[in-house]
């Protein structure tokens, strides 16, 4: 199983419902941020006039009806700010409420810019520096209180989420594995839930090597099960949507290719339409 795949595919939903259940109800005043609680997270993918999708990291619904539009950076790329102010007004888009962006950088960045101005555009967002929060002494803490069979409170497993992007003497790869490794063996009912965050949090810098040694760690783990089942399911429907294909190319009725697959109408009309605009 590769964990790129089950991130970036269909698991992806898997990976974000269990960040929603750890975030749910809460705030990032660990990371300095002081915003309503957070209510839901809201789907990340824009839909956009190019063949290549745009994610955003994550958009919570906050308490007060506002959007919370977060990005974690361990870089800074030149055009950011212009991507981050086209992720902004495409969620203002979607979903026609007030937008806030925070951009959480690592704690290997010192400074980076807040503000963009393009003539008429002007998009400022809050930058968010975990330069201060002592990552290795975090990890050390964090490391004695599971040593001493202490259950992790839930600040604590948010220090754990974000332990990879504090200030450390080791670099963010290593200290996602490290994480990773607490989470596993900490004792609360949102540990699952911690996991998936890490993962969702760290999925866009972590090289494949670190997403295999990353799923390694995951291994007997909730998450891990709950990324299995959902991909035999994903992996029963495609069987199921290649066996329509293959029926409809030979001219069988829809609705008899219905019966036999258990695929809607509707999935099947789509196939049949592509199939003719291939043809």
Known sequence: MNLETNISGH??????????????DK???????????????????????EAREKRLDFVFLLEDETLLHLEFQTTVPEDLLRRIAFYGARIVERHNR????????????????DLLTKGSLTYKVANVYLKDMDGDAECNRLKAKIDQEEPLNEAD????????????????????????????VSKNEYTNF??????????????????????????????????????????????KLETARKALLKGVDVEF?????????ETIQKLKNEIVVKQ
């Open 27 to 49: 705030t990032l005043e660990i990371l300095g941020l002081k915003t309503a609680r957070i209510v839901d997270i809201m789907p990340t993918v824009l839909p956009v006039v």
């Open 257 to 265: 290719i219905a019966e036999i697959t258990g695929l809607s109408l």
């Open 11 to 24: 698991n992806t939903d898997i990976i974000m419902k269990a960040t929603a259940e750890m975030f749910k």
């Open 98 to 113: 007030e937008v806030n962006t925070a951009i959480i950088y690592s704690g290997r960045i010192q400074n980076a810019p």
């Open 194 to 239: 911690a996991i998936g965050a890490l993962i969702a949090i760290t999925d866009k810098f972590l090289p494949e090597e670190y997403k295999r040694k990353l799923l390694e760690v995951l291994r007997m783990t909730q998450i891990e099960q709950w990324l299995r089942e959902e991909g035999l399911k994903e992996g029963l429907k495609e069987g």
């Open 157 to 184: 497993l948010q220090k754990l989420v974000f332990l990879p992007l504090m200030k450390s003497k080791q670099p963010e790869n290593d200290m996602v594995i490290q994480a990773a490794e607490l989470a596993k």
